[in-house]
């Protein structure tokens, strides 16, 4: 499955965002979504995951209660909808991809930045 991530942009603290992750490719249904980031000169951390049925699988404490993921197997897009912004989570944004939820994520988005302004 290919990944293609949109929707980053530059917003203030307290404001909210919309990333999308169009899927490609092979069956989007199958797959386990999850979405990453990485902040300058820091280590690639989780954010949240959802199963290949819809269930939300995990959100990283840092997130919990501001970020909802999402699918809609119909679109093949996963979401993730952020609330709440803080400059803390100025970062890189990834999605990515395991079959049936197996294993490490085997395909990985191009990634799309988000800056929050304090």
């Known amino acids: 499955v290919q990944l293609q991530a949109s929707g980053g942009g530059l917003v203030q603290a307290g404001g909210s965002l919309r990333l999308s992750c169009a899927a490609s490719g092979r069956a989007f249904s199958s797959y386990a979504m999850g979405w990453f980031r990485q902040a300058p000169e820091k280590a690639r951390e989780f954010v949240a995951a959802?199963?290949?049925?819809?269930?939300?699988?995990n959100v990283a404490d840092s997130v919990k209660g501001r970020a909802t993921i999402s699918r809609d197997t119909a679109k093949n897009i996963l979401y993730l909808q952020m609330n709440s912004l803080k400059p803390e989570d100025t970062a890189v944004y990834y999605c990515?991809?395991?079959?049936?939820?197996?294993?490490?994520?085997?395909?990985w988005g191009q990634g799309t930045q988000v800056t929050v302004s304090s």
């Open positions: 990515a991809a395991k079959f049936r939820g197996n294993g490490d994520y085997t395909s």
């Open positions: 959802i199963t290949w049925k819809g269930g939300v699988d």
